[in-house]
Protein backbone atom coordinates (compact mmCIF):
# COMPACT_ATOMS: atom_id res chain seq x y z
CA UNK A 1 0.00 0.00 0.00
CA UNK A 2 1.75 3.57 -1.45
CA UNK A 3 0.61 6.51 0.86
CA UNK A 4 -0.33 9.69 -1.38
CA UNK A 5 2.76 11.96 -0.89
CA UNK A 6 0.80 15.50 -0.33
CA UNK A 7 2.40 19.27 -0.16
CA UNK A 8 3.72 19.98 3.21
CA UNK A 9 1.02 22.70 3.59
CA UNK A 10 -1.62 20.13 3.16
CA UNK A 11 0.03 18.05 5.66
CA UNK A 12 0.10 21.22 8.20
CA UNK A 13 -3.21 21.84 7.94
CA UNK A 14 -4.48 18.07 8.43
CA UNK A 15 -2.32 17.73 11.44
CA UNK A 16 -3.41 21.23 12.69
CA UNK A 17 -6.78 20.26 12.20
CA UNK A 18 -6.81 16.27 14.06
CA UNK A 19 -4.97 18.29 16.86
CA UNK A 20 -7.39 20.52 17.33
CA UNK A 21 -9.91 18.10 17.77
CA UNK A 22 -7.80 15.69 20.01
CA UNK A 23 -6.85 18.15 22.49
CA UNK A 24 -8.18 21.76 21.45
CA UNK A 25 -7.09 24.94 20.25
CA UNK A 26 -5.24 25.99 23.53
CA UNK A 27 -3.13 22.47 23.93
CA UNK A 28 -2.65 22.90 20.42
CA UNK A 29 -1.39 26.33 20.54
CA UNK A 30 1.44 24.97 23.37
CA UNK A 31 2.33 22.48 21.77
CA UNK A 32 2.96 24.17 18.29
CA UNK A 33 5.16 27.28 20.68
CA UNK A 34 7.50 25.01 21.37
CA UNK A 35 8.83 24.66 18.38
CA UNK A 36 9.25 27.95 17.18
CA UNK A 37 12.22 30.30 18.61
CA UNK A 38 10.88 33.23 18.68
CA UNK A 39 12.68 36.83 17.76
CA UNK A 40 13.89 40.15 19.44
CA UNK A 41 15.87 40.71 22.70
CA UNK A 42 13.15 40.85 25.04
CA UNK A 43 16.18 42.10 27.62
CA UNK A 44 16.67 44.69 25.76
CA UNK A 45 12.88 45.95 25.02
CA UNK A 46 12.08 45.37 28.54
CA UNK A 47 14.84 47.64 29.46
CA UNK A 48 13.82 50.21 27.32
CA UNK A 49 9.70 49.86 28.08
CA UNK A 50 10.21 50.23 31.56
CA UNK A 51 12.68 51.91 31.92
CA UNK A 52 12.24 54.62 34.91
CA UNK A 53 9.38 52.72 36.61
CA UNK A 54 8.90 51.23 40.03
CA UNK A 55 7.39 48.42 41.01
CA UNK A 56 4.59 50.46 42.36
CA UNK A 57 4.20 52.42 38.69
CA UNK A 58 4.13 49.35 36.98
CA UNK A 59 1.04 47.76 39.54
CA UNK A 60 -0.57 50.80 39.29
CA UNK A 61 -0.56 50.88 35.58
CA UNK A 62 -2.05 47.46 35.90
CA UNK A 63 -4.50 48.79 37.67
CA UNK A 64 -5.81 51.57 35.06
CA UNK A 65 -5.98 48.78 32.61
CA UNK A 66 -7.91 46.42 34.59
CA UNK A 67 -10.70 49.40 35.17
CA UNK A 68 -11.04 50.35 31.76
CA UNK A 69 -14.59 49.60 30.45
CA UNK A 70 -14.74 47.15 27.88
CA UNK A 71 -14.81 48.20 24.09
CA UNK A 72 -17.89 47.90 22.10
CA UNK A 73 -18.01 46.06 19.01
Known amino acids: MLAETLPLAEIT ?27 GNYVEERKALFAGMTLDDLFDEMSKTRQKPPRKK
Open 13 to 39: KEALRVLYKEIGVVNTIRFVNQFTAGY
